[in-house]
């Protein structure tokens, strides 16, 4: 069973049964193939989530654009409304991209057929609303990059419905008044495996754009072995390496408490510890395409681990002084005081 047909619900109430959720969706002439209750797998109690199973994506789409947000009707007089979204939504394997500048009268089918005839990968679209009039913006998700990549140069200025549209990276990175990116840092580790080029090494980096455009440059890095403390050529790789310490912190944990027999407890005290779980371990731990929630937990040693690596970006801070970090310290205050 392809899970290109499939659509995820959230928020299923314990009264919910299969006959229940497919009725909700005849009930707006949509007639699902099939629906798949998920249980806990120690405790058989139903989880909040199911899996709705269509004849083809297109079918799958529809209901996606029609119903998600709608009422779902029932007799208990509750207000409940359909919660959607695509099974895979989170597989590696989706790209989305930003489209702005939309008109008004832009909908989540118009936008969608506009990208799906000149791209088959096109998977979903997207127009943003508060309380049902457009934003002026959206997203479109494509499955594959072949397609998304050349989206982004192709459809980038394109008249639509009165009004020139832009199209980015979900992403992308802020620009100067120059035009000039800002922000973008590549963090490399390197080992060391000779003590003969007394601390020197050459780099030579090499990249093409969009457009096919080629780029390289090289560069001799000498390093002082004798300099106990870490260096920083500016404030912007010191904020680059916190939030990577900090990023690597909350991979480490995320796998480690859905780890059934612990055993990716981390080593050291501080918990900044760089991100070292392989591909099959990660796949093991969250599957494949699916992410399965879960009740939130923080276990004691990582609520240690969380204060140490508070401290750190603390004391960083002090340094670098951006107001910014301020969201990471309150991300990692509620998960060490999380009960």
Not at 297 to 303: D, G, L, P, Q, T
């Amino acid at each position: 069973m392809s899970t290109d047909n499939n659509l995820w619900m959230g928020d299923i109430k314990p009264w919910m049964d299969e006959s229940f959720i497919l009725s909700s969706f005849n009930y707006y002439n949509i007639n699902p193939l099939s629906v798949k209750l998920i249980h806990d797998r120690n405790t058989n109690q139903l989880k909040n989530y199911c899996f709705i199973n269509f004849e083809n994506v297109e079918v799958a789409n529809k209901c996606l654009i029609m119903l998600n947000g709608k009422q779902i009707p029932n007799n208990k007089n509750i207000q409940i409304k359909f919660k959607l979204n695509w099974a895979n939504y989170f597989s590696s394997f989706n790209k989305s991209v930003y489209v702005g500048n939309l008109s008004p009268d832009v909908d989540d089918i118009s936008l969608y057929n506009l990208f799906k005839e000149k791209y088959s990968s096109v998977h979903h679209a997207s127009v943003i609303t508060d309380k049902g009039k457009s934003k002026g913006y959206g997203f479109i998700l494509f499955r594959g990059e072949k397609d998304y990549e050349k989206c982004l140069t192709e459809m980038n200025g394109v008249l639509f419905h009165g009004n020139i549209i832009k199209v980015n990276t979900l992403f992308p990175s802020k620009t100067s008044e120059e035009g000039e990116v800002k922000g973008g840092i590549i963090l490399i580790k390197l080992k060391e495996k000779t003590e003969k080029n007394n601390g020197k090494i050459n780099l030579e980096v090499s990249y093409k754009d969009r457009n096919g455009k080629e780029y390289s440059n090289s560069q001799t890095i000498t390093f002082d072995k004798n300099k106990e403390e870490e260096f920083y050529d500016n404030t912007g790789i010191r904020k680059a390496i916190i939030l990577t310490r900090y990023v690597n912190i909350l991979k480490n944990w995320i796998l480690y408490e859905r780890s059934e027999n612990k055993v990716f407890m981390i080593g050291p005290n501080t918990g900044i510890v760089d991100f070292f779980y392989t591909e099959v371990e990660i796949t093991k731990l969250l599957g494949e395409h699916e992410r399965t929630s879960v009740k939130l937990e923080v276990s004691a040693e990582y609520k240690e681990n969380f204060k140490h690596v508070k401290e750190y970006i603390l004391k960083e801070n002090k340094e670098i002084k951006d107001d910014t970090l301020n969201k990471e310290i309150e991300i990692l205050d509620m998960l060490i005081n999380k009960e």
